[in-house]
C-alpha cells in the first residue's frame, strides 16, 4: 500500500521501518529531516512537505501531543491538501476533545479518520509487539488493518468513535501511573520496617502483579533507576491531565488521578521533569523522609 | 510432625487439612466446633480447648483479625499452657502493632513466634497453591518449612522479625486495593464515553495487566458481579486500615490509602459492607451518577 | 473622569452606577443591550460597540470570565481602536496565564493595563462595599483611584504585575471553597450524631470563625438552602480550575483544590450545576447517605 | 460549691484559678504536685490523691488525651470511691468512643457524666473568656452552670447525651486544621507569584475572613513563627484521628480529614511535632520547593 508517516521519534521511525518491511511503499516526513535518513536507507521516500507525504492512500502520524498534533495535521493545511478518501490513522496519545474535533475536520473533507494509539515502548516498536488500538469507520479499520498488523502484535478495535481509542489510551496510562504511585507507597512502607524495596517488590509481581507493568516499573522502583527515562515526569504529567480533561468533561470524577496530579506536580517542583516517572517513588520517600533515617535492613532476608 | 491448628474457617480448614494431607499429626480446635469435623473425617484429632491443640511442636493458627487473635492467643491463657520451645506459626492478617506484641509475649515465654500470612483465597488453599510470607528465627523459620510447604506453593521468607512479614502482607493487600481502585475509575471513565467495561478490561488485563490481580478482579467489575464476596468491603476497609496505622507508626504518609479509606467508607454508609471489595467499582459509578445516564453503548466494538 | 464601562451583569451595573453617582462621565456597552437602558436614565450614555464605550481615560469592564474577556477584549479589535495611554480596568475573575497575557498585548499597543478583581457580591456591589484588589503600574493605579474608591469600601494595592492582583483573587476563591467543604464535612460528622447543622454552625460561627464568609456560607448550609445560587457550583468548579492552573503553572500541588475539584465534578455529576457552590454539604452528606438516615436530633439542645 | 480539679496543665489551672475566684471551695490534683502549689496559694486545698480531689459535689477534669482520662479516671479506681450523685465534668477532648464509655462507666455507679470540652488557649482560659461546650443531663447540667460561667464567657449546652460535647469539639478542631491547610496552600500558590504571606493574608483575615481562628493562625503562618507551639503538630495529628475515628464509628468520609492526616504525618516525619500546627504552612512550602525558589517579591505593593 502506498503510505505516508509523519513524525519520526524513537516510536514512529520503528513503526515506519516496519511498514517499510512488511512491503508498504512509505513516504516520511519529519520536522528535523534528520531523522528521515536511516529510513531512507531502508527504502522510504522522503518527502520534502507534510503534504508530499499525505499523497497515499493512508497517513499514518505519531507526533509527541495535542500541540504537535494541531500544528502539524490541523494548522498547516495539510488536510485540505489530501485527497478525498484518505484514511488518517493518528497513533499519538491526545485529548479526547482534540479526537473529536479531527473526527469533525476530516469528515468535513471527505477524509476519514482513525485514531490508532499504542501500548508499548520503542522496543516493542521495534520487535512490531506493539498493542494498537484501533477507533474510526468500519471500512477505513478494515483498510488499514494490514498497516497496524505490520507494526504490532495485536490490534484492538473499540469501535467507530475515533475518540473511543483516544480514552482508552488515556484510561490505560492513568491506570499505569496509579500502579506506580501504589507500589510507591507500598515499598516506603515496607522500607520503613526494613524490607528493601526490591525484596517487596520480588514478592508482588512474582505472585499478584506478575504483569508487564508492575514487573517493568517495579525493576526501576527496586533499582532507584529513574534515568533514562522511558517515559517522562513531564509526561506522565501531561497524560494524568487528560485523564482529568476527560473526566471533566464527561463529569467523571477521579480521586487517584487528583492525588497522582499532586505528586507528579511536587516532582515537576523538585525539578525531576526529565526522569522515569516511577520517579513517583522518589516523592513518597521524600515525603516519609525516608532517605534520612537509620532504617534496620535485615540481613536474615535471604 | 506433631501440628496444632486453631481456626477452620474456609482458609485455615484446607491448610490443615493438606498438612493432614503431608502426613503430619494434627490437632485441630475451632471456637464452632462443627468446623473441626470434616477434618476429624480426615484424620485429624480433634482438641476440647485450644491448649489441648498446643500440646504439639508447632501450632498454626489462621483467625480472623487482631480482637480474634487477641481473644484466643493472648487472654485466652493460651501461651502461658504451652510448652518452651514450641513454634506459633499465625497465618492471620494482623496488625503490626499486634504482630510486635505477639513477638515479645512469645519471647517472655520461651515460644517462638513465626508470622506466616498468605496470599490466596481458599481455592488456592485448597490446591496448596498459597503464597505464604515467612519471618522469625532462621530456626524456627527452618523447623516449619516443611508444613509452609504442604500448604502453599511458594514460602517467601521475610527475615527475622515476625512483624516483616506481616507489613509485607499489609502492604500487599494495600496494592490490590488501590488496584481495584484503579480499575474502578479507570472502568467509568471509559464507560461514560461508551466503552464497556467487559471491553476496556479485556484490553488491558490481557496487556499490560495480565496478572491474576487484576485478571480476577478486572472479572468481578466486567460483570458487576459483587456477591458472593470472595473478600468483603468491611474486610477491605480493616485492612487498608491496617496499612494507615502501620504507616502512622512509622510515619509514613499514604495519600492512596487515605483515598481508599474514604471510598470503603462510602460503601459502608451505603450498606455495601458485605460486598465483595471490588465494589469500589459501585461507588466510583455511583459518584459520576454513571448508572442514570443514557451512555451510547458503540455496537461497532467487534 | 470620562471612563467606560463594559459587561453589565449584576456585579458591573452597580459598579457602573456607583461611577455615575460618584459625578463620572460614564459610557455603558454589554451584549444584550438592555442591560443599558437602567443605566442610560441614571445618566451614562450608551455606546453602540465596545469600541466607542472606549473612548474615554479609563475603560472598566466586568465580563464574566476568560472566554468572555477574549472575546470581547481581545478578538474584537477593540484594543486596537483604544487610544494610547488609555488605562483598561478589568474586574473579572480571570485565570492567571490569561492576565499575562493581557499585559503584553496592552503594554504592546500603549496601554495601561490594571487587575482589579472584587471580593463581595451584587448587593455590596450596589452599596459600593466591594473590596477591590488592584495591580498594575503605579501611575496607572494612581489614576484609576477614585474610580476604585467610588466602587468599593477598601482597595488593596498589590503591586506592579497585573497577575498579581488575579492570582489573590483566585487563591481567595479557593480559600471560601474550601471553608464551605470544611463546614459540608464537619456538619455531615455532627449531624451523624444527632446535632443540627444550625446548632453545629451557630456555636462555630458565633465564636472562632466569626466572619463574613463562614457566617452566609454557614447559614445556607445550616438551612440547606442552595437555590437560588449566589455563586453557582459550575463558577465555583471553574474557580478551583483557576486555582489549580496558577498551580500548575507555578509548580504548586494544591491537594485541597484537588478535593475541591472533584467534589465539585460530582455535584456536577448530579445536575447540581446551578445551586449555589454551598452545596457542596450536598455532596458530603450524599457520600454518607445522610438523609436516609434515621439520626436521634437531640430536643435537650435548648 | 465544693469542687474538685483534676489536671493542672496551663490550661486546668487557670480554669481552677477562676472557681477558686469565683468563691467556690476547690480541691486540687495533678500528677506531678508541684503544679498544685500556685493554686494552693490562691486558696485551693491540695489533695493528696484523685480520690480525695472527687469528694465534693462535682469533680472537673481536664486531661490531655484518651490515655490520660482512661488512666486517671477509669483504671484508678476514682468512679468506685466517687459519692453517687457526684457530677463529674470531663473538660478534656477525647475521642467520642471514650465519652460513650465513660458515660456507661458513670451511669453504673450511680454518677453524673457531663462533658465539657473548651475552645481557647490558655490567655483565655486565665481570662476567662473560653467558649465551653456542655452535654450531659439537664439536671447536672444546670447544677455546673455556675461553675462553667466562672470559667469561660460562653456556655454552649449540646444536648443530653455527653458525647454530643465531644464530637462538635472534635469537628471544631477539625475546622480549625482545614482553615490552616486552606491558608497554608493559598499562601504557597500567591508566593509563588511574589506576593508575600503577610500581604496576601492581611486581605484575608481582614475581609472574608476577619474571625479570630484565621486571624491568630494567619499571624503565625505571615510570620512563619512555629515555634513556641501553642497547639502542637502531635495534637493535631491526634485530633483529625478523632475525627477521622467518629466519622469511621458513623460511616462518615472525611476527604478533607484524609489530606490533613497525610500532611501533619508528613510533618512528623520531618520532626516537626513541637511545631505549632500551623506549620502545615511549612509542608506545603516544602512540597512545592518555594524555600529553593527565586521568587521575585514585588516591592511596588505598599
Redesign the interface.
Known sequence: MKVGFIGLGAMGSAMASNLIAAGHAVSVWNRSPAACEPLGSLGARIASTPQRAAQGEVLCSMLANDQAVREVILQSGLLDAMDRGTVHVNHATIS?ALAQELTVEHARRGLDYVAAPV?GRPDMAAAATL?I?AAGK?AALEKVRPLLQAMGS?V??????P??AS??K???N???A??I???A??????R????SAA??LE??TS????????QGYGKLIAEQRFKPAGFTVALGFKDVGL?QA???A??????????L???F??A????EEDLDWSALAKVAAR????DERDVPE?????
Not at 484492538?156 to 468513535?161: K, Q, V
Not at 515537576?268 to 525539578?271: E, K, V
Open positions: 479526547v501500548f498493542n488500538l468500519p495485536r484492538w478495535p473499540m469501535g467507530g468513535a475518540e473511543r480514552v482508552v488515556i484510561a490505560g492513568f491506570m499505569l496509579a500502579a504511585e501504589s507500589m507507597e507500598a515499598t516506603v512502607l515496607t520503613a520496617y526494613g524490607i525484596d517487596f514478592v508482588m505472585t499478584l502483579f506478575a504483569s508487564p507493568a508492575y485523564a476527560a473526566g471533566e464527561a463529569q467523571v470524577p477521579l480521586p487517584f488521578a487528583s492525588v496530579r499532586d505528586n506536580l511536587e515537576l517542583a523538585g525539578g515525603r516519609a523522609r525516608l535485615d540481613s536474615a532476608r535471604a
